[in-house]
Structures are given as structure tokens and as C-alpha cells.
């Protein structure tokens, strides 16, 4: 089991800051999130060279990307917005490639007043199994995230089950379904098999959904959730996605570090 962090704890840092920090503070993956105006230069923009160097220098530091986090979304009522979705993910699962990564985080989505939620569910589905293909020739595992109105691990499982394919499977974040009234063992039932990424970040309950704190100080059972993981043998990442408003990532990622190793040692 091993631990990174996504760059939304650095936004302000480049490649170079951020290999450093994750060195600094005994991390063994970076997540990048695109599309987000971080500085790490990592982009569908990015050129064959700048590719190649992110690549090389992940390897020459003895680090991973861990994942290439999107926020693509898949449950739009309008099939044309849906293909060039899947179009752009084709274009992502080529970027993890060149740079070495092999998983790719992507959402369900929002999904429209019009459309039901069995209707967001296949349209979900359809998509990543329309992209499957490509992955399976890239070696890269497309990953849909517990997120958004696809919060809930039973939704997501059942999408994965219906997809069938072994380059599709779960980023479980650990707080969405929580606070959604889904209990860790039902999430965690339901994704059994599938989750090849985990985020995690702790809350505490806020008016309207979790506002986000540092590790430790809420109430998500982070601990709980280690303990299934290691249990069944889980060889993925537990990745940190916290914002700077949070706390600077001087703070936020020393910490964060110490009590994932401490939960894992403890398990």
C-alpha cells in the first residue's frame, strides 16, 4: 500500500517543486490533476519532449504518478456531448501513457433534471466501455470516482459490473459516500474488486454536505477504511486531495504523510 498526493495540496508548485516535496516528505506517487491551472505543466497541450521529461523524471526520483485525475464527466442527456468526452479521454489515456502513468480518474457527473437515473447509469457506462479498448492497448485502467450524483459505491458498482472490463474499475474516495449516508462496509461491499485508487481527506459534518479538514481532526473512518484495504491485499495508492485553503502544503503533506504511515503500520 503506498501513498501520493494530488496536486490540488500544490497548485502553485512546479514539476521540479513538486518531486522535491514529495521526496522531502516520504511520499511514493504524485496524482496530477489537469485541466485545473496547476503549474506542473502537464497538459493534453504538452508536447512529445515535455512528455519524455515528466516521464524521466518521475523515474530517475524513484516516484510514480499514480494517477491522471480528469474531470470528464459521462451522464449528459446529449449523446454528441457524451462522444466527445469519450473522445477526449482516447486523447488523456494517450498523455498517462507517455508519461508513465496507468490509471485515469473520471466522474459521472452531474446529471441533468431530464434524465433518469437509470438513463445516467447506462449513459455511464456505455461511455467507459466505449473507451475500454483504447485503455486495454495503453495498459491504463480507467477509473470512475465515488463522486458527485455517482456518490454512492452501490451506483458505481453497479456500472462497473455491467461494463465487464478489466481496464475499468473505482477511484474510492472515501468522504463523498460517507457523508451521503452509505455506510463504509456497504461502499466498500459494493466495490470490492474494482477499487484500484483510493482519495482520501477527513471532514467534518457542515450544513450542507462534509467540510474538509486536515487528517485526523474529522470524522471520516480513514482508519476503518486502511484496514479493509490491507485486509484484501490492496497494492493501489491512498492519495491526499486537499486545497490550500485547508492548509499550505508545507503543513498539509507532512502531516498527511505521518498518519497514513501510522494508520498502515497500525493495520
Not at 479521454?89 to 446529471?111: C, H, N, P, Q, W
Not at 462497473?160 to 474516495?173: I, K, S
Not at 456497504?186 to 466495490?191: D, E, K, N, V
Request: hydrophobic share 35%; charged share 30%.
Amino acid at each position: 500500500m503506498r501513498i501520493s498526493f494530488m496536486t490540488f495540496t500544490c497548485p502553485n508548485w512546479d514539476l521540479k517543486r513538486i518531486i522535491r516535496g514529495a521526496k522531502d516528505y516520504g511520499y511514493d506517487g504524485v496524482e496530477i490533476r489537469v485541466a485545473s491551472g496547476h503549474q506542473h505543466g502537464i497538459e493534453l497541450e504538452t508536447g512529445t519532449m515535455q512528455r519524455r521529461f515528466a516521464k524521466n523524471f518521475f523515474k530517475e526520483n524513484d516516484l510514480e504518478i499514480s494517477c491522471l485525475s480528469t474531470s470528464l464527466t459521462f451522464s449528459s442527456s446529449k449523446e454528441e456531448e457524451r462522444r466527445r468526452n469519450v473522445g477526449t479521454l482516447r486523447e488523456y489515456i494517450k498523455l498517462a501513457s507517455d508519461i508513465g502513468a496507468t490509471r485515469i480518474r473520471v466522474f459521472g457527473g452531474v446529471m441533468p433534471p431530464e434524465v433518469k437515473r437509470e438513463e445516467g447509469l447506462s449513459y455511464v457506462g456505455e461511455s467507459l466501455l466505449e473507451a475500454a479498448d483504447t485503455a486495454k492497448d495503453f495498459g491504463i485502467s480507467v477509473l470512475l470516482e465515488t463522486h458527485d450524483d455517482f456518490s454512492l459505491g452501490v451506483d458505481v458498482g453497479k456500472i462497473l459490473r455491467r461494463v465487464n472490463h478489466p481496464n475499468v474499475g473505482a477511484v474510492w474516495d472515501v468522504m463523498h459516500p460517507f457523508f451521503h449516508g452509505e455506510s463504509i462496509e456497504t461502499t466498500y461491499s459494493a466495490l470490492k474488486g474494482y477499487v484500484k485508487h483510493t482519495h482520501v481527506h477527513d471532514a467534518v459534518k457542515a450544513e450542507k454536505y462534509g467540510k474538509l479538514v486536515q487528517i485526523g481532526e474529522g470524522i471520516v473512518p480513514i482508519r476503518e477504511i486502511v484496514k479493509m484495504l490491507k485486509r484484501d491485499g490492496y497494492a493501489g495508492y491512498l492519495s491526499c486531495e486537499y486545497w490550500t485553503d485547508q492548509g499550505e502544503p508545507e503543513v498539509t503533506l507532512p502531516k498527511y504523510a505521518d498518519v497514513l504511515r501510522r494508520y498502515i503500520g497500525e493495520v
